[in-house]
């Protein structure tokens, strides 16, 4: 049963300190993007990646946020230093390759759940 | 594990029923459109897509209906089941680009 794997699923910290979520696309996907999901802002799409090179991150906070594909079976999402505004649901979602389009449906993961005290 | 917002617009349907639920788009140039569905504590899950070359699409007890003039998707849910209660999120992609944005998000809610 193929799936997106992200974790940590719960992770609480405390402000100024370093997070590290990982994710863990469908083989063979070669999209992956991260999002958050708060209360307020629903569903914000951060960053994303095609064949692990970045396309968009314009919507993550540059001073404290990082996003990197080590290698086509990890992604990661930093941030450092972390700060209670940060808390949220971070969810990583994969795409397969499009068949003569550019994307197709994306698959999500179950989410880390982040709390900054 | 909740994960969605307070002050989602809510859509509550009896048991059997047929739910639609709707969504303006606001970009004239996204030409691709997706419906989510996100129950407590998990992550989105893709329902059925549309391209706009089209206008409707069937799936297994969902219709998605694009409407391009005037902006508007809507996610129609036949015989709808007690399963069915989740945040429903349509999104969408614009022409060229394979950014998904997501829309504010409708909670459905099942009356027995």
């Known amino acids: 049963d193929a799936r997106v794997t992200q974790t940590p699923r719960h992770k609480v910290t405390e402000m100024g300190q370093e997070v590290t979520m990982r994710c863990q696309p469908i083989?063979?996907?070669?999209?992956v993007f991260w999002y958050r999901q708060t209360m307020m802002q629903g569903l914000e799409l951060l960053a994303y990646?095609?064949?692990?090179?970045?396309?968009?991150d314009s919507g993550m906070p540059k001073d404290r946020f990082s996003a990197e594909m080590p290698d086509a079976t990890l992604a990661t999402l930093k941030i450092q230093p972390s700060e209670p505004r940060d808390s949220a649901v971070y969810f990583c979602?994969?795409?397969?390759?499009?068949?003569?389009?550019?994307?197709?449906?994306?698959?999500f993961g179950q989410g880390t759940r982040l709390t900054v005290v | 594990g909740e994960s969605v917002g307070l002050h989602l617009p809510t859509l509550s349907v009896q048991e059997g029923d047929n739910s639609i639920i709707n969504c303006a788009y606001s970009?004239?140039?996204?030409?691709?459109f997706i419906w989510y569905k996100q129950e407590s504590g998990k992550g989105p899950q893709f329902i059925i897509d549309?391209?706009?070359?089209?206008d409707k699409r069937q799936g297994q007890r969902v219709t998605v209906l694009l409407n391009k003039t005037v902006k508007h998707l809507s996610l129609q849910i036949a015989a709808t089941q007690p399963g069915d209660s989740a945040v429903y999120f349509c999104?969408?992609?614009?022409?060229?680009?394979?950014?998904?944005?997501f829309g504010k998000g409708t909670r459905l809610h099942i009356l027995p």
């Open positions: 999104a969408e992609a614009p022409e060229g680009d394979d950014k998904i944005i």
């Open positions: 549309i391209r706009s070359n089209m």
């Open positions: 990646f095609r064949n692990r090179a970045p396309l968009d």
């Open positions: 083989l063979g996907h070669n999209t």
């Open positions: 970009n004239s140039a996204s030409d691709y």
């Open positions: 979602a994969s795409g397969p390759p499009g068949t003569g389009y550019l994307y197709t449906e994306a698959f």
